[in-house]
């Protein structure tokens, strides 16, 4: 039989264990934010200072660590110059002293439970609570399926994923549409930017931007350590025509049809390259002199300051419409299935006129019309974006208040 004082002394550490996720009273909540996947790709960089923003914004007494992969490159001194609160973790840190110092740890927007194992370290400490912020979801495994389910909350960054975690039996108590969370990135260097859209003779709100991609992006090009994949770059080679001509026609639709120019820039380190080959290159000579193709990649501050210098941005690429939705710009995006659901975002905030599925041959008609009416209207485009981003507050707004409530506030 349990004794008495066997009985209190059990009941004690069970009261432990329940307050352990509390903040304690007397000092701020503590959060960590798992993120920070790479940095060879200003979207994947600007997950980060976009959850931080909304953080700042929504929840400003919290003190935020960020347990980061990777913030190499000049990527966590950009972040410690718009955070300068911002206290960084190692990407190998000592997680039962993290735990021990937190109260709750969030994971960050990415293309799925990237941070998974990490959240699983934390699991294991003890009951303090955890929750996802912005991700989609493709097949989980059993063990994605349970770190979800014991989630205080998981926001889904597009409704095809939120679908996907229900029909997989995830059985989280809140699981909503949540905005990626590069949507709130704000980071700016606006003296860089100046200078390169002077350089250029690009003018404010008298130019596009374009970008370019590969179906599956040649990593074993920027990195030494990936092998070279001959069945993704067959399927790079094989697409990369049908991928770029409607690009290259609405470019010369642009540049004929209106007074604005064109910028083909990158989203990632692979990017300069084909954006040359199968844009710029191709384009008639009479075209090519409203044409500026960028030779060198950029981190999210610069980009950011160029594109809300832009009239609209358009391309084969997710990250740089959303930080330009995010800021007021109008933006087209052209997606394919390797591209995994996270497209249908653009219907989840009402601007599916500008999403169109290059698998879809009938769809592809609508590209350069769609890009033709942001140039030539450009506030009607202005009032599509702005529509879109009262359901990006609503639901920032929505998402923000749980991480409150979860974190002890």
Request: charged letters at 25%; one cysteine or more; a neutral charge.
């Amino acid at each position: 039989m349990t004794s008495r004082r066997d009985f209190l002394a059990a009941s004690v550490a069970a009261l432990g264990a329940a307050l352990a996720g509390c903040t304690t009273k007397g000092r701020a909540p503590r959060i960590v934010l798992r993120s920070s996947w790479q940095t060879v790709n200003i979207g994947d960089i600007a997950h980060t200072p976009g959850v931080l923003a909304l953080l700042e914004r929504h929840f400003p007494e919290a003190e935020v660590t960020l347990w980061p992969s990777n913030v190499d490159n000049g990527v966590k001194e950009m972040l410690a110059a718009r955070f300068p609160k911002l206290k960084f973790a190692s990407p190998r840190p000592d997680v039962a002293k993290l735990y021990a110092e937190n109260d709750f740890l969030l994971h960050g927007s990415g293309p799925s439970l990237v941070g998974e194992k990490q959240v699983a370290l934390w699991r294991q400490q003890g009951p303090k609570p955890y929750g996802v912020l912005g991700i989609t979801l493709g097949s989980p495994t059993p063990e994605t399926v349970g770190v979800l389910t014991g989630a205080q909350f998981v926001y889904f960054r597009d409704s095809v994923s939120l679908a996907t975690a229900q029909a997989a039996g995830v059985k989280c108590p809140v699981m909503e549409f949540g905005p990626d969370g590069a949507f709130a990135t704000d980071l700016r260097d606006d003296e860089k930017a100046e200078a390169f859209l002077h350089g250029w003779g690009l003018e404010r709100g008298k130019f596009l931007c374009c970008i370019p991609r590969y179906r599956f992006t040649p990593y074993w090009t920027i990195h030494r350590e990936r092998a070279f994949d001959p069945v993704k770059q067959k399927r790079n080679d094989e697409m990369k025509e049908h991928d770029h001509a409607q690009l290259r026609a609405a470019i010369v639709a642009v540049v004929k049809q209106t007074d604005l120019k064109v910028l083909i820039c990158p989203e990632d380190r692979t990017q300069m390259a084909i954006g040359k080959e199968m844009l710029y290159d191709r384009l008639p000579d009479d075209v090519k002199d409203r044409v500026v193709w960028r030779q060198d990649y950029w981190l999210t501050d610069e980009a950011l300051s160029v594109y809300v210098r832009s009239a609209g941005l358009f391309g084969n690429e997710m990250h740089s419409p959303i930080m330009c939705v995010g800021n007021g710009i109008p933006a087209v995006v052209c997606r394919w299935a390797e591209q995994t659901s996270k497209g249908n975002m653009w219907k989840d905030i009402g601007l599916h006129e500008w999403l169109f599925d290059l698998d879809d041959e009938p769809q592809l008609a609508g590209i350069v019309p769609a890009v033709l009416s942001i140039a030539k209207d450009p506030a009607a485009a202005k009032a599509k974006v702005s529509r879109a981003q009262a359901v990006l507050r609503e639901r920032q707004t929505s998402a923000l208040g749980r991480v409150r409530t979860a974190a002890g506030a």
